[in-house]
């Protein structure tokens, strides 16, 4: 591995990624992959998690069809140099912002959405002009092989490697030397990928999870109600059933609309994802038989299971849930204190909408969180009284799609962000560049020190030109003792 | 009482870290520290009471680095006002939302990136420039709405004692607090959960730093250092050139600087142009840079090695800087400590480089003093060329084509800056592309620092994150993605069940024509 790696490295001097033609090449391989085995990869998706293809295509590869046109159109002016404002007094100097990649970097992505989390990164690793390492999840073996076998013909493998493996290959990886590392997945990884980043000092992107929770007001217009209602479901079980880092984990709602909400929710999905949603393929499967468990256990619990009002049933051969609602589950039990990560979700009433600020305040941060809501004030109130990656309003899931959106984390949900440009920030080091002339400077920067030139400086600190002038003029004069000390 | 105050100090374990942390972390829910007005009031605090207490300040820098008053007024006191008066100008724009634009896939949506507070923050400091690399970060932190807690470096006492005696008395205590100690105080401290950890120093505690980080997710901002290289190419300037040199090392706490030139690049040969440039500017010289003083570089005309006349214009620089007994120069900082003294002096006196001393090397370690020294020609392989040196040595290394000089850098780890000093026009772009660093200054060093539209941070072994100015602000900031949409408009086609007419439809919508595209955004897509 390591001379692969060196190899790697000694590409990325050669300097061939970094000009503006390789770059739009790759981009446009990824793109042309994308759209020619289009087959391809809504089978892999469909073997790994069970998604429906227009699942597949809109959260995977249709969002990656827009990331990849929107690098390819902002690709030109993101490597420009910045030009960077100087004080007048800084007479024929010049400073700019270089973008420069960094180096060599690691991506390691999730399993649930397995080419969009892989891919995303990538893009933006490659707008910057790095040579990378793709690790996709072992968990999703199908779209991993895809990737390493497939997707790798379209691409310079010199710059860009996918190396397929499970915790050990993961593990190292993670010894060697990069220059940056990417990394999607849980909390419990995301430390252990920091601690390991902390030998080479190499700066990490965890994209991590939390319980996201959607708050829900109540509505008068019938018409809200349903919008409403329609977004949360699909939000939460159409997108890889529930197994999403941004799917609603939990509502909170006021107890006098709960019963209402509940009764829209049951309806809107037996409309969405019919009589039997796994005959009709609405809903993915449960990635593998240990999610299933820990799903299945988070349920097992009494009192929890009391609380279930609609769904429940699970099919174990086919690692398949179906929508579940719960009402007012136990707040310490699991369900309520661990990401859920699945198609359970739980309603939890509140005496008044507001308290719902106090509630999310009480848990760690989450990836983002949802308000449907037309109150003004209440909105304003979420804004500035709550923490989270992102915060949306009236809708859900929806800002994956916004490039122009940062797209990240903040305590337990992550460090840093990409989508968009910020892809490219994220995988660029932006050098501060500072040109001076010989023509210009100034005496008193130089010992030995006397009272005079400490003035100078200080009006020049000021921009106070006068003050500069009256200095020299000796119209001025040192008011400190410079001996006294 | 001393018995007391001893008991008082004993005691900053970790459940007192603890239970500060939880204080702050109530201070900052009650939304004190988010307003305009506390953060305003806090800066100009932070203004006042550097021009209320320049002299104390002055006092404590020159006990604990011997710096001469006008490094401490203008390159502590001078830049950190600087940045207190450019976040008070400032901090009401920084506040305000960007606007993001939203594109078809959300119509009708608006959406924008609001920036804010973390929340309870940790700022650890270095020695070498103990005011302003404990109070610049503070300004960002507090400019973005933190509660923060500082520690300053227990390797220059008084002002940390200072510090802590003037934050308490200048800023909002219940907001603001200052944590002295060394090893044990700081362990406690990076126990605790942060919401991030802004860290000034080496590598090796960088790494103990992260590690603790590591186990909150704490992101952290990482402020190192490396060996700053000087490249120095023929036709230039070589007077202002070299004066500039010595500005960055010698007059930059004496070499212990982040950005210190810590060694110079330059070729072996012979460079007539330099020789003949340097006579004529010689008598040109009264004319050039404001300068009125007799320039005394005309013996190393005739030389006909370009590096030996460096050396020379190096050395009567620097007498004219600091005079002819320069360990007696009050403008000198000393050597901070007698470890660190121990360490130069033995990077001097290693057996591979002691020979190749061509200027000072004189030391007193009762004063913690070590003259200005270059030294010539040293071996890739010595002490010197392979720690960062942090102090007065400038080792000269040649190369055969100043094109070397790059990958001579790039084979080290990445410094935090790098220097050129050139005419040509290749080789500076050339420069800029193939090296690495933090920041690049070109015909100068280390002015970049006082650019505050510039980031200052590292790459690679040099750091990690940047601030100044609006950097500051964002270094401490959360920015948040906030998207609005409103309920008109909902494309049938996100929602199961899924037919072929949805993905029809959708792939217009991704790139489709316009009239595929209406129907979609008019929800006329057939269910």
């Not at chain 1, 827009?66 to 007094?89: C, D, H, Q, T, Y």
């Not at chain 1, 507001?354 to 999310?360: A, N, Q, R, V, W």
């Not at chain 2, 009401?92 to 990136?113: G, N, R």
Request: aromatic letters at 8%.
């Amino acid at each position: 591995m390591e001379s692969e790696l060196e190899s790697m490295r000694e590409y990325f001097k050669s300097g061939k990624t970094r000009s503006v033609s390789w770059r739009l090449s790759q981009l446009k391989g990824l793109l042309l992959f994308i759209k020619e085995k289009e087959a391809e990869i809504f089978e892999a998706l469909k073997k790994d998690l069970g998604k429906h293809p227009v699942e597949a295509f809109r959260d995977e590869v249709g969002t990656l069809i827009k990331s990849i046109n929107f690098a390819l159109k902002g690709l030109k002016n993101w490597m420009s140099s910045e030009k960077v404002k100087l004080p007048k007094i800084a007479v024929l100097s010049s400073a700019k912002l270089v973008p420069q990649p960094l180096g060599l970097v690691l991506i390691i992505s999730s399993w649930n959405f397995p080419l969009g989390l892989s891919l995303e990164p990538l893009i933006g690793a490659i707008a910057a002009g790095n040579t990378m390492v793709l690790k996709p999840s072992e968990m999703a073996p199908a779209c991993s092989s895809l990737l390493a076998n497939v997707m790798t013909t379209y691409l310079d493998t010199k710059a860009i490697k996918v190396i397929q493996g499970g915790p050990s290959i993961g593990e190292q990886l993670l010894q060697q030397k990069w220059d940056k590392i990417f990394f999607t997945g849980s909390a419990l990884v995301g430390r252990i990928v920091m601690s390991a980043a902390v030998k080479h000092l190499t700066p990490v992107v965890l994209e991590l999870g939390g319980k996201c929770p959607a708050v829900v007001d109540s509505f008068s217009s019938s018409w809200d109600k349903q919008v409403a209602v329609n977004r949360i479901a699909v939000s939460k079980f159409g997108n890889c059933a529930g197994q999403a880092c941004i799917a609603i984990d939990y509502i909170l709602v006021e107890k006098k609309f709960a019963s209402n909400l509940v009764e829209l929710m049951k309806a809107s999905i037996k409309n969405m994802f019919g009589d039997n949603p796994r005959e009709s393929n609405t809903i993915a499967r449960i990635i593998n038989k240990h999610h299933f468990l820990r799903l299945k256990n988070l349920l097992s619990d009494l009192a929890v299971q009391k609380s279930v009002v609609y769904g429940g049933s699970m099919d174990e051969e086919n690692l398949f849930i179906e929508p579940t609602i719960l009402l007012d589950p136990p707040l310490q039990s699991e369900i309520m204190t661990d990401e859920i990560f699945g198609p359970l979700l739980p309603i939890i009433t509140l005496d008044m909408v507001e308290d719902s600020i106090e509630f999310i305040n009480s848990k760690p941060k989450a990836l983002a969180i949802y308000a449907f809501t037309k109150n003004e004030q209440f909105k304003r109130r979420i804004e500035a009284e709550t923490s989270s990656g992102s915060l949306v309003f009236n809708d859900a899931v929806i800002q994956y799609a916004v490039d122009t959106l940062p797209f990240g984390g903040i305590g337990e949900s992550g460090i840093g962000r990409y989508h968009g440009k910020f892809s490219f920030d994220t995988f660029t080091h932006h050098k501060a560049v500072t040109t001076r002339s010989f023509l210009t400077d100034f005496w008193f920067r130089f010992p030995p020190w006397n009272g005079q030139k400490l003035m100078l400086f200080e009006t020049v600190y000021n921009f106070d030109y006068l003050g500069i002038l009256l200095v020299i003029l000796g119209l001025k004069r040192c008011k400190r003792n410079l001996d006294v000390i | 009482m001393a018995g007391s105050e001893e008991k008082e100090k004993a005691v900053f374990d970790v459940d007192a870290a603890s239970a500060l942390v939880n204080e702050l972390r109530c201070t900052f829910a009650s939304g004190k520290t988010r307003s305009y007005e506390w953060r305003v009031t806090q800066l100009k605090n932070m203004l006042k009471m550097c021009d209320e207490n320049e002299k104390e300040i002055a006092e404590a820098l020159r006990q604990d680095l011997s710096k001469p008053e006008l490094e401490s007024v203008v390159y502590e006191i001078g830049m950190l006002k600087n940045s207190c008066r450019v976040a008070l100008k400032e901090v009401k724009h920084w506040i305000v939302p960007e606007k993001a634009k939203t594109s078809l896939t959300t119509f009708p949506s608006s959406a924008e990136i609001l920036s804010e507070p973390l929340g309870v923050v940790l700022i650890i400091s270095a020695w070498n420039y103990p005011f302003l690399l404990s109070l610049d970060p503070l300004v960002g932190a507090i400019a973005a709405g933190n509660a923060v807690v500082l520690k300053p470096s227990e390797i220059a006492p008084a002002s940390s004692s200072l510090l802590s005696k003037l934050l308490v008395k200048y800023l909002d205590s219940s907001a603001i607090r200052v944590i002295e100690g060394a090893v044990a105080e700081t362990s406690a401290l990076l126990e605790q959960k942060w919401e991030k950890i802004f860290y000034t120093g080496n590598g090796r505690v960088a790494r103990i730093v992260m590690a603790a980080a590591a186990k909150h997710l704490t992101p952290v901002v990482l402020e190192l250092g490396g060996k700053s290289p000087v490249v120095i190419d023929a036709g230039i300037n070589l007077q202002v050139a070299t004066r500039r040199i010595i500005a960055g090392k010698w007059g930059c706490n004496n070499g212990q600087a982040c950005v210190s030139p810590d060694y110079i690049i330059t070729t072996k040969d012979y460079a007539p142009e330099l020789v003949m440039l340097s006579a004529i500017k010689v008598s040109f010289q009264f004319f050039l840079a404001f300068h009125f003083l007799p320039c005394c570089c005309s013996f190393s005309c005739f030389f006909n090695c370009f590096v030996l006349i460096q050396v020379d214009t190096l050395k009567n620089e620097l007498e004219r800087f600091y005079g002819k007994t320069p360990l007696e120069s009050k403008d000198l900082s000393r050597i901070v400590n007698s470890n660190h003294f121990t360490r130069l002096t033995k990077l001097l006196d290693e057996d591979k480089v002691s020979g190749n001393i061509v200027h000072g090397g004189e030391r007193d370690k009762e004063s913690l003093k070590i003259a200005p020294t270059i030294l010539l020609d040293v071996p890739q392989d010595s002490l010197i060329m392979n720690e960062e040196i942090f102090g007065p040595l400038l080792p000269i290394i040649l190369v055969n084509k100043i094109e070397e000089s790059f990958d001579l850098i790039n084979s080290g780890t990445k410094p935090l800056a790098a220097y050129l000093f050139s005419n040509k026009k290749k080789l500076k772009e050339q420069f800029v592309m193939s090296v690495s660093a933090g920041g690049l200054v070109i015909n100068d060093t280390t002015v970049h620092l006082a650019v505050d539209t510039l980031p200052f941070g590292g790459v690679g072994e040099s750091g990690m994150g940047s601030y100044h100015g609006k950097f500051s602000f964002d270094a401490f900031s959360h920015k948040k993605a906030v998207l609005y949409r409103s309920f008109i408009g909902d494309a049938a086609i996100r929602y199961p069940p899924y037919t072929t007419e949805k993905v029809r439809l959708m792939k217009a919508l991704i790139g489709g024509g316009i009239w595929n595209i209406i129907q979609a955004l008019l929800g006329w897509g057939k269910a």
